[in-house]
């Protein structure tokens, strides 16, 4: 197990990269502490593949350095890099037994077989796999596959890190939420390094103790779950973690009030002057509807979704989404809504404005 | 795939039965006509009932024509396949020279088969050819119309020449069909290369591979056209396979009863074969 | 990628060599006089000559062989596609009496060899008065193609989720306009590698083609014995001859060089 330390990274998929559009990796400097669980979050396409690749060795960066407990091994073959893998898709060797399967990674490093015999069901007990160790791989349902990928990655005992990419996405939904619990008490047990690559954010909040954001190449905030929703540092993170995301209203700051459509709202502490494309953002869940104080609103469309409402409705042209309890009645005197200050974030060009 | 039951699918496959009637079924009983009678010409048959099976049995000819036919498909499959198989493994997965690899590879298959024998008819001659000029100007006595061993090795040169990329073709088929992952995997797992051969790329390739066999069986067990350009089944009857044998027999003397029942006993050896390739086959279809 | 020698390219050369060597030398020979060719022995053409080309692109005798080649092997590659779509999607979408054995009765008939055909197929096509023309030819080599298009049909038709036919039926198209309208261009590249076997196979055969025509429609593989003279064989002209029977073969392969191992593996990968 090993901190990873990432110094100066920026990679791109082209020969001569000329400006910052052309990488598909941003410049990056990061730790991933010895042990922790990280989920890499983002959209399809905004560089976290190319990270992971970049870890794993299966690709060399354009430039900066990656460093395993602090040494260099920006080039070294993925093999030396002593790293675990699961992919996407489940990659078993189909022709050999489950057993076999699990065993591989360890008789390639030419371990003697007493050690492999014993690591293999210690590794099948774990993924709840020993009934069937010496059945043929060929013919398992996708998730027994996806167990065992996960449990060639777990055989070896020292590996630097254990990396994800989507394991879930073929997995049945009832099972995913079986092997994403199994993978947390198995982070619990045994303290690999996980870094764990989706663009489902509930995976990545229910799996991680940090979620890393990713957009458009570039890293936008790394955070607990509950610093990703209180204090989304980026606009994208607040969009694209919550259902539904946070809303986005252009504003003036003046003082310890925002202008907004229709209306102000105050804030609870006080800002500096803020420029560029300053806007306000509120979570649904922070906003109340109301009969007399606050904004303007005309609701246009209810949506009961069980444990609660999420109404949609019309600000001075702007769409805004709030959540209200199950139990509170909507009337038709219900035209306006009132923001929490204490969950209001300013926003200056797309990236969150920190108050005086 | 879930497929319905629907028994008017056979009007849809009713143009296909009619054509194949027509061009396989009406022949062939003509054949097994012929197999059981006799003629003294004039188009005037005799009954003569398994007489020319039993004959042909009884004959040295049928089983020498079957024992050179067995070893030359068998020298050629065991030639073509592991070649193909390593060329597959080192052709360029894609880009410019990938197209340009498969069309120059491909040139053979298209090639008519009278052409391809005229090629290395004269590629092996002393005088004119290529191969042969340069065997003897190494001091080889290089003659495949008169030595059995040079004619041997010409024909099956040839089918290597002309037969390989169709093997290569299928088993690179059968690779690019494997997603990346298993490659990164393996590395990780830190296989030897063989090992991601044995354990990735050959599961992998079963399938193909066993269409590649069984084409390569089928299609060498009726070898005729460049064997008989090349060495006109010489020296001797050396390079004499089935269907030379069987076109002599037939349109060469007229013997019409044994060619018959040659011709029987022949398609029944291919199909024999062939249902074993195909059982085999239709099992890895529904395992994989 | 470092400057080391590059393992797979040095096999891939050597490869190519091997296959390319003979065809230079058919190649070069036909560019030579028949003087030269049996007189000097040269790697290349001393006195570059197209005579042999003009030989054959001025003689009708020559040249009637490739129209009659083509004539038959476009029929047969038009007939074998035609008949094989609807057995193919009979095969790959529906369950019916008797289609596993039908489908393996399909494929043996692509085993059986032509030599044990040609003698009876010389005697149908001339019991029906079809013997030397193009279409005996043509039907004669459906006997194999036919079956190879089915299978690689089937093959390629087995990947289009059944879906989309459902869907189609319920937006109301007729069977008939499904199949052309919408079934047909999404498997177009199977198609494509079809045809282009069936052409394969119908222009490389010659037993049969042979066995069942005389004058007017010889192929062309069949005019190459002409060169065989009293004088000797003209060398230099069936050089060309062999070359030119080589040229369609390239030509087509260049459309389907995508999906040429694929269609190899009958659609199978």
New interface residues.
Partial sequence: MAKITLENLAHSYLPNPQSEDDYALKQLDHDWDDGAAYALLGSSGCGKSTLLNIISGLLIPSQGRILFDGQDVTRAPTAERNIAQVFQFPVVYDTMTVRDNLAFPLRNRGRDEAYVAERVNEIARMIGMEHMLSRKAQGLTADAKQKISLGRGMVRKDVNALLFDEPLTVIDPHMKWELRTQLKKLHHDFGHTMIYVTHDQTEALTFADKVVVMYDGRVVQIGTPEELFERPEHTFVGYFIGSPGMNLLPAKIDGRQALVPGGTTPLVQGYGPVSGNVQLGIRPEHIRLSSDQGLPVTIRRIEDVGRHKIIRADLMGHEINIIAPEDQPIGPDMTRAVFDPAHVNIYADDWRVAPL | ??????????F??L???V??A???V???M??VNYSVQDTFGNNVFFWAGLDWFRDLLASDRMWNALGRQLAFSAIIIAIEIPLGI??A????KRGFWA?V???????????????VG???Q??GRV?????G?TLDALGIDYNYTQNTVHAWATVIVMDV?HWT??VA??A???L??I?D??Y??A??????RW?VFR??EL?KMA??LM?AILLRF?DS??I??EPFVVTGGGPGNATTF???D??KM??GQFD?GP?AAF??M??LV??LI??VF?TVMTNL?K?G | MGKRINGSAVVMILYLMFLMLPIYWLINMSLKTNAEITGTFSLWPQNLTFANYATILTDPAWYMGYVNSLIYVVMNTVISVAVALPAAYAFSRYHFMGDKHLFFWLLTNRMAPPAVFALPFFQLYSSVGLFDTHIAVALAHCLFNVPLAVWILEGFMRGVPKEIDETAYIDGYSFGRFFVKIFMPLISSGIGVAAFFCFMFSWVELLLSRTLTSVAAKPIAATMTRTQGASGVDWGVLAAAGVLTIVPGALVIWFVRNYIAKGFALGRV
Avoid at chain 2, 1 to 10: F, I, L
Avoid at chain 2, 89 to 92: A, D, E, F, I, V
Avoid at chain 2, 187 to 192: G, N, T
């Fill in positions: 795939m879930d497929k319905t039951v629907n028994n008017k699918a056979w849809l496959v143009p296909v039965l054509l194949v027509f061009s396989a009406i022949p062939l003509t054949v390593f060329v493994l080192n052709m360029p197209s690899v498969l069309v120059l590879m491909s040139l053979p298959l298209l090639i008519p088969w009278n052409v005229t090629i290395w004269i590629f005088d004119i050819g290529l191969l000029y020449w990329s169709l073709l299928l690179y088929a059968g690019q069909s997603p992952a298993y990164q995997a590395k990780i797992d830190q296989a030897s090992k354990y990735i599961p399938g193909v269409i089928m067990f009726m005729y056209t089935l269907s030379i069987l076109v037939a349109l019409l060619a011709s029987l022949y398609f291919i199909l062939s249902w195909y279809d395992r």
